[in-house]
């Protein structure tokens, strides 16, 4: 059964939010419970601040502990001022208003911090990506999991580039997992490759982020939000499985934009919220549909000072390339982390790869504080930002020129492949 509250004309309140939530705890046996809540950090659009409220009001009498850990996938760790902003509270009313939360990271590369659950064997790989990717994974977790009794997601769904739409069990897998299934799971949908993939709610990658998250032997259950900008159009309580897909058909009509036709220069204007490429490349997959062939996307973000403070140094190693490159010289790059080529790739959007050739289908161009020889390096275009004004960008589509204000999260498609 799915508990959910949509209002996509005027949005939720947070009295219908708190209703639907109480209706759906009330039901459930959670006295003297061990819960641990799963959410995102702060590279994602939510009202992460009032879900921990609402659910704290809800559980902190109730169960006997109530935890909270950043879904962080192979982000850095966020500080605790920054988790604080997170979840709308200060040192002091995290010690006097709720002191029963206690907040983790996750940290992805830590083999002391995480546990196997299971194993996908390749033949198994194999038949969910119609022979793409044959490969055996080791399903690896946050141990964490193990102290609780019930997992409670808490996150957003958007359409990616990656699974198709985000949420559900991907806030498990990536989100609080270990290296091995991250790469797989990122190479396979780079495999398949952004155009195909994102906006699709059925897809391989789906499938095999559900499988690993049933070697789980804990209850888990989940708050699928959807978010309109800053509004809150829909909420969806029920297993990771059902409340994703019932977020992700909201999600289909509200994120998607459709375009009469492709534009030749696009700017693609990344909020603050992304810190880096490896975040801020999400401008990039979503606009990638609507670019016309030999057209150029800018990704305008004056505040990015770096490519990315985990995968930086492989990044800046093996640069911005087509699938191809990568696929046709596997034996070159075996030493790279699947989840680092498959950024690598659709960042540079789809292209060819033949004869010692790269031929990209567009440019991509960082107008950001990264400089004009890294850019060069690692095979992207460069453009001071100084040089931007944003608002003359506005109101020239009829001259092939778009402007997107806040890029990362809608995704953009021609209306003639709808």
Not at 63 to 90: C, K, N, W
Not at 200 to 225: G, H, Y
Not at 384 to 394: G, K, M, Q
Request: hydrophobic fraction near 40%.
């Amino acid at each position: 059964m799915i508990f959910q509250k949509i209002d996509t004309q005027y949005g939720l309140m947070r009295r219908d939010v708190e209703q639907v939530c109480a209706d759906t705890l009330e039901s459930r046996q959670l006295d003297n419970k061990r819960v641990l809540v799963v959410i995102p950090d702060h590279s994602r659009t939510a009202p992460i601040d009032m879900m921990f409220d609402v659910l704290y009001t809800l559980l902190a009498e109730r169960a006997d502990t109530l935890d909270f850990l950043i879904a962080l996938g192979t982000h850095p760790p966020m500080s605790e001022s920054a988790i604080y902003q997170r979840v709308g509270i200060t040192a002091e009313l995290h010690r006097n208003m709720y002191s029963k939360a206690r907040f983790f990271n996750h940290h992805w590369d830590d083999p002391e911090k995480l546990v196997k659950v299971g194993t996908i064997e390749a033949d198994e790989i194999a038949a969910i990506s119609g022979g793409l990717l044959q490969e055996t994974v080791d399903v690896t977790i946050n141990k964490m999991v193990f102290d609780y009794d019930v997992i409670m997601i808490v996150g957003p769904v958007f359409p990616h580039e990656v699974v198709g739409f985000s949420g559900g069990n991907k806030y498990l897998f990536p989100g609080i997992a270990g290296q091995d299934i991250i790469d797989l799971f990122h190479w396979l949908g780079a495999l398949i490759t952004n155009q195909k993939i994102i906006g699709i709610q059925e897809t391989p990658v789906r499938k095999v982020i559900d499988m690993a998250a049933s070697f789980l032997p804990i209850e888990r259950m989940c708050f699928s939000l959807v978010v309109n900008k800053s509004r809150l159009d829909g909420i969806f309580i029920s297993t990771p499985e059902e409340s994703q897909s019932a977020a992700a058909a909201l999600s289909e009509q509200l994120h998607i934009v459709y375009k009469q036709h492709a534009y030749n220069s696009v700017l693609s204007c990344a909020p603050v919220m992304y810190d880096d490429i490896w975040t801020a490349g999400k401008c990039m997959y979503k606009l990638e549909p609507v670019v016309a062939a030999g057209g150029e996307l800018i990704i305008y973000a004056p505040h990015i000072r770096q490519v990315s403070e985990t995968h930086g140094r492989i990044i800046e190693s093996i640069g911005y390339h087509v699938r191809d490159y990568f696929l046709k010289q596997m034996d070159r790059f075996a030493h790279v982390p699947g989840g680092v080529m498959a950024h690598s790739t659709h960042v540079r959007g789809i292209g060819t790869f033949e004869d010692g050739v790269e031929r990209p289908r567009i440019q991509v161009t960082l107008a950001t504080q990264i400089p004009e020889n890294v850019c060069a390096k690692i095979n992207l275009g460069y453009r001071d930002p100084e040089t931007i004004v944003p608002s003359e960008w506005a109101g020239r589509e009829d001259e092939g020129v778009l402007y997107v204000e806040k890029a990362g999260e809608i995704l953009y498609r021609l209306k003639e492949s709808s």
